[in-house]
Each structure stands twice: as C-alpha cells, then as structure tokens.
C-alpha cells in the first residue's frame, strides 16, 4: 500500500484537505494527516465538520509537535505531501527550512528526498514577499497550487470548485480521478 501524507495548515479553506482526505479514504493510499492548531479553530469556523471526524478520514493522524514521528524521516517512504490549505506562515517556513514542527519538518524531508511536495497557499491579494516565498518553494522542487477558480468545466456549485482543485491537486502526484470534467476540444 502507498502511503500519502495530508498537512493542514491554519489558513481559511480547510474544506480543501478535508475533500482530499475524503478522496483518499475510498482508496488504496494510507494517509497520514498532521494538522496545525489554528487548523482546528479554522475547521470550526469555516465547515459544520468536528475535528475528530476530520481526523477519522485518515488512517495515521500525527501530533503537530512530535518532530520524531515516522513522517519526520525520510527513510519512511510515501509518494508525497500535500499542504492544504497552506497558510503564508506555513510558506515562509517551507521556503526557509524552518522545522519548527511536525507539518514543516515532513515537508522538508518531502523536498529533500525529492517526492512530490504539492502546496495549496490561501491568501489574498498576495504581496510581494508571498510572491517570493512561493517562487522559493517552487525552486525547491515544490509545486504551487492555488486555489484559482475556474470555468472551462462550467461549475453550478461551490463543490464543484472544491472538486476541480482536489482532481488538480491529484493529478500533480499522478492519480487517476473523475472529480472533475476534463477539457476537450468539444466541451
């Protein structure tokens, strides 16, 4: 079995890896979630979601603390991670390898054993110093993946939305998924 690991970070959108964990838990992927404090309160605010039942959607849920869990350890093989949400604190400690807990030190053994490191930032407007965090990240192999809204696939609703960023965000790690209508020359 794969494994994949989900970090959430504090910024507004957690519906977004509540969605990818949901994918992931009607597949064959073991996954392994770590979620920040204001994660927690963010869930609270933004979804009628309980903490607990977000955490239930993933197989191993890590302690945002603990820097010596298996995820911590590139010698523990997965095929990636993905950060969403991605807060800008969350970015700017990416970008500078600032391993002050569990989400930040997984990702930085995701780029350092050159796995797939997808990261879903949540600001805006973005400022110049976002702009450059992100381009750092990108430059260590990171890839970036705002939540853009889109039309070609003529959404009617908000989970829609949500739908086509989740298909996106797994097509950057190579999974096949129907949760979007896909382009084609006769959309």
Not at 139 to 154: A, E, Q
Not at 158 to 169: A, S, T
Request: net charge neutral; aromatic share 6%; charged share 25%.
């Amino acid at each position: 079995m794969e494994r994949i690991v989900v970090g959430m970070s504090g910024a507004s959108g957690a519906i977004l890896g509540i969605r990818l964990l949901q994918y992931f838990s009607d597949s064959d992927f073991e996954t392994h979630l770590v979620i920040s404090g204001s994660t927690v309160r963010t869930i609270e605010l933004e979804t009628n979601w309980h903490v607990e039942d977000v955490k239930k959607l993933a197989d191993v849920v890590h302690d945002f603390h603990d820097i010596g869990a298996s995820i911590a350890s590139g010698s523990f093989r997965t095929r990636g991670m993905a950060i969403i949400p991605c807060s800008m604190k969350t970015m700017s400690a990416l970008a500078n390898s600032f391993n002050t807990n569990l989400l930040v030190r997984a990702a930085d053994v995701t780029l350092k054993e050159r796995r797939r490191l997808v990261v879903v930032p949540r600001e805006s407007p973005l400022h110049c110093g976002h702009l450059d965090l992100m381009a750092k990240v990108e430059r260590l192999r990171g890839m970036i993946v705002p939540p853009f809204m889109t039309f070609y696939h003529r959404p009617d609703t908000l989970d829609d939305m949500i739908n086509h960023l989740v298909g996106k965000v797994l097509d950057c790690f190579h999974i096949d998924n129907n949760l979007f209508k896909r382009w084609c020359e006769n959309n």
